[in-house]
């Protein structure tokens, strides 16, 4: 099967800019997750769906953060203005059913200037 | 908050012989465990998992042990290969909440 597809995979911006993340999860995954993964650290979770609904966005930045699965299938995560010590990989993942059998896609680097 | 956490943040050992990363968990509640190897440049790869009614469970050539006891958690490594070079992390489910919450990592290098 296919797997989590994330583009861009890198993107350089300078800070107060914005910018957006693109997520296509395995087909058929009902729960689709966005993480924040900082360099040395854990990926750590930013949003949660449970196919077009949020289940879990406490840990979202929501002054600045935002994402959208209008459709229930792929994702965008936008992030308005951008801060310095927003640089990180966000990771985007899938499953099947809430909480097992996670895949991960390959990320998309965030460099902010 | 209650996190996972890792003993070690870098593991060296010798190639062919076998490795253990280690991992603490402090939430009682979670009831499904995962390890995950992260590759330079690459997300997360699944590398094995575990739920709370096992303490042991072996792959190819891994081995996750889960002790409820003290909460801990571990990956070994058999005949430890130059491809096993990477990050690894442990991850818990929190019943319930239904989210992985991630440790901070262990570096696995491999000396020739």
């Known amino acids: 099967e296919a797997g989590v597809a994330q583009s861009p995979r890198y993107k350089i911006i300078e800070k107060r800019q914005s910018v957006a993340f693109w997520c296509n999860p395995i087909?058929?995954?009902?729960?689709l997750y966005w993480y924040q993964q900082i360099l040395g650290q854990g990926p750590k979770l930013l949003i949660q769906f449970q196919n077009n609904g949020v289940v879990d966005d406490s840990q979202l930045p929501k002054d600045r953060f935002s994402a959208e699965r209008l459709k229930g299938v792929d994702s965008t995560l936008k992030i308005q203005p951008a801060k310095l010590e927003d640089s990180a990989v966000y990771l985007c993942?899938?499953?099947?059913?809430?909480?097992?059998?996670?895949?991960f896609g390959s990320g998309t680097r965030l460099t902010v200037v | 908050g209650e996190s996972v956490g890792l003993h070690l943040p870098t593991l060296s050992v010798q190639e062919g012989d076998n490795s253990i990363i280690n991992c603490a968990y402090s939430?009682?509640?979670?009831?499904?465990f995962i390890w995950y190897k992260q590759e330079s440049g690459k997300g997360p790869q699944f590398i094995i998992d575990?739920?709370?009614?096992?303490d042991k469970r072996q792959g190819q050539r891994v081995t996750v042990l889960l002790n409820k006891t003290v909460k801990h958690l571990s990956l070994q490594i058999a005949a430890t290969q130059p491809g096993d070079s990477a990050v690894y992390f442990c991850a818990e489910n929190f019943q319930g909440a239904q989210k992985l919450v991630f440790g901070q990592g262990t570096r696995l290098t491999i000396n020739p």
């Open positions: 993942a899938s499953s099947l059913e809430t909480g097992n059998g996670y895949t």
């Open positions: 087909s058929g995954h009902a729960t």
């Open positions: 575990i739920r709370s009614n096992m």
């Open positions: 939430n009682s509640a979670s009831d499904y």
